[in-house]
């Protein structure tokens, strides 16, 4: 679909999902994450880049799994994670679009757990190139778990850390071979629609991940 006619559906509340392709099974147990190897960090650095041309194969399910592990897993020995939140709030949770459903990311338990059995993949923005990626990420602020931080400032540092995640995801791609961009144009209220968000959760921003074109 392009962008014009995403607008025009946006501007409707029409944008919704498609059909699911493949199983949506409920929860998706991912490989243990490889937390050596790619590329050293200054390398990764140098050849950060923001792609938007994507080959619609699928990443393998061990890839999937370093790629989250990297966004925002566990990391020293379960006590932190990879991506910095003000006061331990850890409000950013991963969404997941593949073509056979929606999921969230589980650090935890290192799982996809799925919330919505449809593609989700064309609400995530406005780009064409976002229906046939094989994944988006959606990254979202639960506010409910940022009650030591003030009101007025939830959705700052919700941003702040939202940006760490994928300034994490970037780096993982550079040093993988992989593409991305992150996309603040996206109709948040469809988002947060067809993935069943509850009214403290907020949709922040969308990053498309997959091998290059």
Partial sequence: MNTFTKLVLGAMGRLRPQPALGDAVRRIELPAPQREGGLPLRDALEQRASS?????????????????????GLNRRGTGQTAPSALGAREIVIYVALPQGAYRYNASDNALDLVAGSDVRRVTGYQDFVDNAPLDLVYVADHSRMALVPAGQRDAFAHVAAGAVAQNVYLFCAANG????????????????????????????????????
């Avoid at 990443?59 to 966004?71: C, F, G, K, M, R």
């Avoid at 996206?186 to 498309?208: F, M, Y």
């Fill in 52 to 72: 938007r041309a994507f080959h619609p194969a699928s990443l393998s399910p061990q890839v999937l799994a370093d790629l989250l592990w990297a966004a925002d």
């Fill in 178 to 213: 992989l593409a991305t961009v992150l996309r603040a144009w996206i109709d948040r209220e469809a988002i947060a629609n067809a993935l069943g968000l509850a009214p403290h959760e907020s949709v922040l921003l969308s990053q498309t991940v997959g091998h290059p074109s």
